[in-house]
């Protein structure tokens, strides 16, 4: 099992930036994939960025460009560098991470993106 602690949410006005967190309590070397997902009102949850254990990165084609995913693997923490937000991203932001043994998720925070 692995706990993943978030924190960075919050309000900020469009073209504003954020920054997320999200601090595993098992060493990387033990994860398969650790990434980030969102879902907004009445909408499914969703891919935003996920970064590999070899390090290899993926994104959602709405946050390409925007959005940075990196790894403090000393830390065993995932950032998710968000700019040029826009009212659109506003959603429960959840963490994630993939070992072998499950599939395991934050307690998510809020974002919200004023226009």
């Known amino acids: 099992q692995v706990q993943l602690v978030e924190s960075g949410g919050g309000l900020v006005q469009s073209g504003g930036s954020l920054r997320l967190s999200c601090a595993a309590s098992r060493s990387f070397f033990l994860i398969r994939s650790m990434g980030w997902y969102r879902q907004a009102p009445g909408k499914q949850r969703e891919l935003v960025a996920a970064?590999?254990?070899?390090?290899?990165?993926n994104y959602a084609d709405s946050v390409k460009g925007r959005f940075t995913i990196s790894r403090d693997v000393a830390k065993n923490t995932v950032y998710l560098q968000m700019n040029s937000l826009k009212p659109e991203d506003t959603a429960v932001y959840y963490c994630?991470?993939?070992?072998?043994?499950?599939?395991?998720w934050g307690q998510g925070t809020q974002i919200t993106v004023s226009s």
């Open positions: 970064v590999t254990s070899s390090g290899s990165t």
């Open positions: 994630n991470a993939i070992l072998n043994g499950g599939n395991y």
